[in-house]
Structures are given as C-alpha cells and as structure tokens.
C-alpha cells in the first residue's frame, strides 16, 4: 500500500464515515439535552430574560476572553487561562478561518467566507501548538490538575495535538514528503472526528445552551451576569 492510497482513503471513505459518526452522534447528544426540557419560572421574573441572555453572550465573546481580571480567574491561574484562551483561538482560526479548511467546508456546505491572511493563521496555529504542550506540562506537573486527569483527558489532549502537528508540518514540508504528511494529517482529523462525540470534547457544542440558560436566570432575577 502507496501513501497515495493511503491518502485517497483517508480524504475519501473514512474521512466521509468519521463524518457521519460526528454529526449522527453530536445530533444524538443534542437531542438528549433538548429532551431535558426548561424549567418553568416559579417566582414572577424581576428583570429581563432577553437582556440577560445578550449580556452573557456579550460578556463571554467581547470581553471575559480578552479582559481576565472580570472573572479573577487570571489571579488564580493566568497558565491555564491565557494558555487554554491562545488554544481556542488558534484551534477556531486554523478550523474557520483558514483558507484550506474554509474550501472543504464550502465543497461541504455549499457556500463560503472570507478567511485570514495565511502568515497570520500559521502564526496562530504555532501558538496554539505551543499552547498545548505547556498545558499538558501542567497537567502533568500540577498536583490539582493531575488528580483529576485521567486516561480520557490525556487521550483527547493527543487526539486534538496530532492534527494540529501534523497540519503545521505539511503546510511548511517538515521532514517527511507531502503526501506522506497530508495522510497523516487527514486519519488523524478522522480519527478525531469519531473520537468528538464521545468525550468532553464534545462540550462546544453546548456552550450557546449553557450562555443561554445562566443568561436567562441571572436575567429574570435582575442580577448583574
């Protein structure tokens, strides 16, 4: 078996199956929360549900990421905070708004948008890879953080680490041929992919439900969020 092959199969069948695992399980995880339902207000509502629910998409878009101190949580932890916060923001800049990806989500989704300049995209998936290794030191290192990290943790910390590696060595050809990299790169997306919906991992796809409902509480009962 060729590395030509190898990369046909992983761009081809496997990448289309992880795909439909992704989506059918998130859909699944979805659903389940849906079906918990929505607490009925039992007090009469003091302020407004609507405009708690923009302040805390506010807060939690515009300002917590860049402003640390709002929540002390920079005070208590700046490694995690600012580590975990450059993550995500390389991991969303790599994903969404660069070019490679942006056309398979259009060849997926039928329409595109404007991406980033590539010098800035590979400069934030530098520091998101960076990023990544300091906090799997920490993990390893902080009594805290090591107790309750377990096999699962570790895993999806590797799962998520690989496709980002292997995707910044094929973008600057580091030591291995193109192709060789390029499979790489797609099986480990793959694997990731099926990996999603059955980990913590899978978390991102709750983070609009959870803004809403603390929005909404804090909201109605006329507290600042």
Do not use: C
């Amino acid at each position: 078996m060729t590395w030509e092959s190898v990369l046909e199969f992983a761009r081809g069948p496997f990448f289309y199956a992880a795909l439909l695992i992704f989506v059918a399980g998130m859909v699944y995880r979805l659903v389940n929360v849906i079906g918990l339902g929505w607490n009925r207000d039992r007090v009469p509502v003091k302020g407004s549900k609507t405009s708690g629910v923009v302040m805390s998409f506010l807060k939690g878009i515009l300002i917590w990421p860049f402003i640390p101190w709002v929540k002390n949580t920079f005070s208590r932890n700046p490694l995690i905070y600012v580590g975990g916060g450059l993550f995500h923001l390389g991991l969303f800049a790599v994903i969404f708004l660069g070019t490679p990806h942006m056309l398979v989500w259009k060849s997926l989704l039928g329409f595109g948008w404007p991406t980033l300049a590539t010098p800035i995209v590979d400069w934030l998936a530098a520091v998101a890879i960076i990023a990544m290794l300091i906090l799997l030191v920490h993990r390893i290192v902080n009594p805290v953080v090591k107790l309750i990290s377990g096999p699962a943790e570790y895993v999806a910390w590797l799962l998520v680490f690989l496709p980002m590696l292997t995707g910044y060595m094929m973008t600057h050809h580091l030591w291995f041929q193109y192709d060789v990299l390029f499979s790489l790169h797609m099986l480990t997306v793959d694997v990731l992919l099926i990996w999603v919906p059955f980990s913590r991992i899978s978390h991102f796809i709750f983070y609009f439900f959870a803004r809403t409902i603390h929005g909404q509480e804090f909201g109605k009962r006329g507290v600042a969020v």
